[in-house]
């Protein structure tokens, strides 16, 4: 059976958070009700959503009379917690945004159902698919039984398309608010990351998952101060077409160019996305030589190296029309996918 496959902007994976196992599994809920029920637009024209579940579906690992107690507990949470963003900008600037927001406006129990309602204020950053998200399986993300399985899933995820990635042991107990907690790396590795590795690898190993990571060390001295992270992936349990390799890239070029806080950047993406769309026959190639490149870790010039290829091998390309016997290219041939570029939130970019 085929998986349920949602995707999360990722502002939000990457963002500062901690949440419990009952309101991650709220969270992935209200993203796959996003997904279902919503497109990009205006973000004033947005209402807030409200969603029902199953008290079942969000403590299942808990036993049966204290089901209620634990999604009780878990949504007072959720209520509680905050969703802080800015655009970027600096604060006197005349285009500067910040929001902050609570990431459930109420909830409810009744008849063995939990009402949540999400603030139209958040709705943007999880409809956005045109830009920057990490896809990841519903299935997977609602059986991981460790919230540390959960995030580092969702670090897998945002890179898929590569190899691995490298992340320093500051920005990871940043991400994972754990400055305060297993202040030893050894308490970290123990408690945090083979936790996680063991979970993940244990469901690869029979088919649940679609990921798993191992992991080395960089010393400075002694002391561990980065992590490089080897992904493991099974490439049986999708067959690839060009529009999955094409996804692939988005959430690496989201990365490398950091196109939130960069307007030009995010242009150059978006017209090197529409012209794949144009000649799908260039991304596999693509794909793979960006996998091949980002395989031996990211480095200083990089970026630069790959909006050379960027430039050279996909904005400059062109290709002669195929012409039919009557002498004139049909509209088919002229026009990309169109369901596609809906997917990928083009339809109403603009080239420069």
């Known amino acids: 059976m085929k998986s349920d496959i949602i995707a999360q902007d990722n502002r939000l994976t990457t963002a500062r958070y901690e949440l419990s196992l009952v309101e991650k599994r709220v969270f992935y809920y209200i993203i796959k009700e996003v997904r279902k029920n919503y497109s990009i637009g205006r973000r004033d024209l947005f209402d ?35 969703f802080e963003w800015d655009n970027g900008l600096h604060e006197k600037d005349e285009d500067y945004e910040w929001l902050v927001c609570g990431f459930i406006n109420y909830a409810t ?20 698919l045109s830009s920057q998200f990490t896809p990841y399986s519903l299935t997977v993300a609602m059986s991981l039984k460790s919230k540390w399985s959960q995030r580092m899933y969702e670090l897998c995820q945002k890179w898929q398309g590569t190899d691995g990635f490298r992340m320093s042991i500051k920005d990871l107990r940043k991400s994972f608010v754990l400055e305060d907690a297993y202040k030893e790396y050894g308490s970290l590795k123990l408690k945090v990351l083979d936790v996680a590795k063991k979970e993940l690898k244990k ?4 088919g649940q998952c679609d990921v798993y990571f191992e992991y080395s060390e960089e010393k400075n001295g002694r002391s561990v101060e980065t992590l ?43 017209d090197v996305l529409l012209q794949l769309q144009k000649y799908p026959s260039l991304i596999e190639p693509l794909n793979t030589r960006i996998r091949e490149i980002l395989a031996t870790g990211v480095k200083d010039d990089t970026a630069r190296y790959v909006r050379f290829i960027l430039n050279e091998d996909i904005l400059n390309y062109t290709e002669k029309p195929t012409k039919p016997k009557g002498g004139k290219v049909s509209e088919k041939e002229k026009q990309p996918n169109d369901a596609m570029i809906d997917i990928l939130g083009l339809a109403n970019s603009k080239t420069v």
Not at 111 to 120: L, N, Q, T
Not at 203 to 206: R, S
């Open 48 to 82: 807030n959503l409200v969603l029902n579940i199953k008290i079942s579906d969000l403590a299942k690992d808990t036993n049966l009379n204290e089901r209620e107690t634990e999604v009780k507990k878990g949504l007072r949470s959720l209520r509680l917690r905050e």
């Open 109 to 128: 129990i009744k008849k063995g159902v939990a009402e949540v309602e999400v603030s139209k204020k958040l709705m943007p950053f999880l409809v956005e």
């Open 203 to 206: 469901l690869y190993d029979v």
């Open 228 to 270: 490089r992270f080897k992904l493991f992936r099974k490439n049986t349990l999708n067959v690839k077409t060009t529009n999955d390799m094409l996804l692939e890239l988005i959430p690496v070029f989201r990365a490398l160019y950091n196109t939130d806080k960069m307007p030009k950047n995010d242009v150059f993406i978006k």
